[in-house]
């Protein structure tokens, strides 16, 4: 059992955003036997882009999905069997707002090596660029799709913020950013700040912080 070791592999943000993987991930990717990754193909492609050299099927792959019993099972059997394991996400760090931390918990039940990689997070770069508090912080993930609930769940995050000096951190996919910026927009106070952060690592980054009444013009 001591033999086995998990990898926490992190991924791109951006196609073009490969400066922001740490050299020393190719050691890490070499070192392994199994992948457990979010999309097979896409984890493919992006390994293939570390390592041109890699023999893609004489590795094993599993498929994530949501972590159901039989991933588990798969990845338990795997561990077993003393076997160096990749975990992959689609984008940034597993475990970390992307699959992968039901995986982890198993290699923890199972007092196995875990091994976090470093790698770009969107949700620290953007709160590292913001200017925002730093100290106290919380990651709220994706805010409700329904309106009337979108707008509750601001109200609530905008007075807690307030009360506790406490930065909220969320995300949004690109097609629902417009929609998520004006309601923020309509429904927070003139004196909040909003930072946008979009693009991270890419050639295209763009991370502005602005009062919300600045915001509007």
Same mark, same amino acid.
């Given at each position: 059992?001591?033999?086995?070791?998990?990898? +926490?592999? !992190?991924?791109?943000?951006?196609?073009?955003?490969? /400066?922001?993987? !740490?050299?020393? +991930?190719?050691?890490?990717?070499?070192?392994?036997?199994?992948?457990?990754?979010?999309? #097979?193909?896409?984890?493919?492609?992006?390994?293939?882009?570390?390592?041109?050299?890699?023999?893609?099927?004489?590795?094993?792959?599993?498929?994530?999905?949501? /972590?159901?019993?039989?991933?588990?099972? /798969?990845?338990?059997?795997?561990?077993? #069997?003393?076997?160096?394991?990749?975990?992959?996400?689609?984008a940034g760090c597993p475990g970390i707002a992307d699959p992968g931390q039901l995986l982890v918990g198993v290699a923890q039940e199972m007092n196995v090596t875990? %091994?976090?990689?470093?790698?770009?997070?969107?949700?620290?770069?953007?709160?590292?660029?913001?200017?925002?508090?730093?100290?106290?912080?919380?990651?709220?993930?994706?805010?409700?799709?329904?309106?009337? #609930?979108?707008?509750k769940a601001i109200r609530e995050l905008e007075a807690e913020s307030q009360k506790r000096n406490c930065t909220q951190v969320f995300i949004e996919t690109p097609?629902?950013?417009?929609?998520?910026?004006?309601? +923020?927009?309509?429904?927070? %106070?003139?004196?909040?700040?909003?930072?946008?952060? /979009?693009?991270?690592?890419?050639?295209?980054?763009?991370? %502005?912080?602005?009062?919300?009444? #600045?915001?509007?013009?």
């Amino acid at each position: 059992m001591s033999n086995a070791v998990v990898y +926490l592999i !992190p991924s791109l943000l951006d196609e073009k955003g490969s /400066a922001a993987l !740490p050299a020393y +991930l190719l050691d890490a990717v070499k070192d392994c036997q199994v992948f457990f990754t979010e999309n #097979e193909r896409s984890a493919r492609r992006f390994l293939k882009g570390l390592w041109k050299e890699m023999v893609i099927d004489q590795y094993e792959w599993f498929t994530i999905h949501k /972590a159901e019993q039989e991933v588990q099972t /798969a990845f338990r059997q795997k561990l077993k #069997e003393g076997k160096h394991v990749g975990i992959i996400s689609e984008a940034g760090c597993p475990g970390i707002a992307d699959p992968g931390q039901l995986l982890v918990g198993v290699a923890q039940e199972m007092n196995v090596t875990v %091994k976090p990689l470093v790698g770009p997070s969107s949700i620290l770069l953007a709160l590292m660029a913001s200017g925002m508090n730093g100290q106290h912080f919380q990651f709220m993930g994706y805010l409700p799709i329904d309106n009337q #609930e979108r707008v509750k769940a601001i109200r609530e995050l905008e007075a807690e913020s307030q009360k506790r000096n406490c930065t909220q951190v969320f995300i949004e996919t690109p097609y629902r950013n417009n929609q998520l910026m004006e309601t +923020l927009v309509k429904t927070c %106070k003139q004196s909040t700040r909003i930072c946008v952060a /979009a693009d991270l690592t890419g050639e295209n980054e763009w991370i %502005k912080t602005k009062t919300i009444a #600045e915001w509007k013009n």
